[in-house]
């Protein structure tokens, strides 16, 4: 499974983006689909998570209430809307993909094997 980020770019706070997962097909192996960002010198985290079967969402607590994940299953992309944007979302944002259920151990990095190039997001 490929996945291909878009949708990035410069910003300033409060403002809004949305970016956008391609993924080559939609099977097994993006049951779960997942956004992660890294800041320099940070661990990557997890930011929100959803299970592509049913649906489910999930959401690190620094982005409840402004980040929102959703799918288009006919065009294989999963999408992430972030709005009221702030100075700490700076940060590389990528996509990944699991064939397991999102769980409770959705932002565990390790979990995932495919991962997208990332897309840069700086808020100002």
């Known amino acids: 499974v490929q996945l291909v980020e878009s949708g990035g770019g410069s910003v300033q706070a409060g403002g809004s983006l949305r970016l956008s997962c391609a993924a080559s097909?939609?099977?097994?192996?993006?049951?779960?689909m997942a956004w992660f960002r890294q800041a320099p010198g940070k661990e990557r985290e997890g930011v929100t998570a959803?299970?592509?079967?049913?649906?489910?969402?999930d959401y690190a607590d620094s982005v409840k209430g402004r980040f929102s994940i959703s799918q288009d299953n006919a065009k294989n992309t999963v999408y992430l809307q972030m709005n009221s944007l702030k100075p700490e979302d700076t940060a590389m944002y990528y996509c990944?993909?699991?064939?397991?259920?999102?769980?409770?151990?959705?932002?565990?990095?390790?979990?995932?094997?495919?991962w997208g190039q990332g897309t840069q997001v700086t808020v100002s």
């Open positions: 990944a993909a699991t064939p397991w259920s999102c769980g409770g151990n959705w932002a565990d990095k390790d979990k995932y094997g495919h």
């Open positions: 097909r939609i099977t097994y192996s993006t049951r779960c």
């Open positions: 959803i299970y592509t079967t049913g649906g489910t969402t």
